[in-house]
């Protein structure tokens, strides 16, 4: 598959993926239903690791690369899956969109990366007003959406740290390799909490809708969707990875709309052009750094 495919099939798939866990929860607990999606992706996954004869690193550093994006991977899930309780699945991916900048506050803390400059700062601010405006009316209709809020903003701190983390470690690799090792790692941990935090299997109450959104996720949301994503941040640029940010929630509003019934009030427009505006912002700030220091370099040589 070409690179602007594979870009596209990203876009796509992680505009539908915070519907598809309403979906997958709704007759299901959210433990259980992230916890059957995980372990068909681990399955599928291995299989596919066989299959392709392809050898899986057990040196040091691939470990540090798998328990650091399985712990994100764990953690953003539980938490995103319990998230849908309380809010709607458009908004789950609006809030998603703040990971560029939670990176980018994280990333100068544990790489070296430089301080955010003026219109990073200008950027967060304008998405936290954005933010601000959309809780304002959520908490006016629902008054448990902001944890629902809350929960998302954390499962968004974890992936980003995530991220953060397997940069830092020297690790080239197939990026289905990464997939699986992030699965093995996060999988066991799924089934602890839905023991701890569950434990029960009424199938009876299961749903056909739930069971296909569990597959559609495990096998898209948790395979494909990762390794397309590993294979195009390793063809593209950063900053161009990171406008999928920009373009998912739009997309996730409107499915959720069309699809799922979900109500689009003023406010959450508002609330979302402000978002789109600062996390643009943040990206257009982070391109004119790396022109600049560019420009910085040719004129020393």
Known sequence: MTVPATYFAVVLIWSTTPLGIVWSSESISPTLAVLMRMLIALCISWWLIILMKVSFPRNKSALLVYSYSGLGLFLGMLLGYMATQYISSG????IFGFAPIFSGFIAQKIL????????????????????AVICSDSLSINEKSWIG?????????????????VKSVEFNANPIITTTGA???ATPLFFLSWVIMDGTLPVSQWQEKSLWSILYLAVFG??????????ILQKLATS???LITLITPVFALA??????????????????LFIVCGLSIY???????????NKMQCTES
């Open 91 to 94: 908004m789950m991916s609006l």
């Open 112 to 131: 070296p990366e430089p301080r955010l400059n003026k219109s990073k700062l200008l950027a967060l601010i304008i998405s936290l007003c954005g933010l």
């Open 149 to 165: 809020i809350t929960l998302v903003l954390l499962a968004t701190l974890f992936f980003s740290l995530s991220a953060v983390l």
């Open 183 to 185: 699965l093995t790692f």
């Open 222 to 231: 948790s395979l494909i969707g990762f390794v397309g994503y590993y294979y």
């Open 240 to 242: 161009t990875v990171a």
């Open 255 to 272: 499915l959720g709309a069309w699809l799922n019934n979900e109500a689009i009030s003023n406010n959450l427009i508002i609330g979302t």
């Open 283 to 293: 990206q257009l700030s982070g391109k004119n750094m790396n022109l600049n220091k």
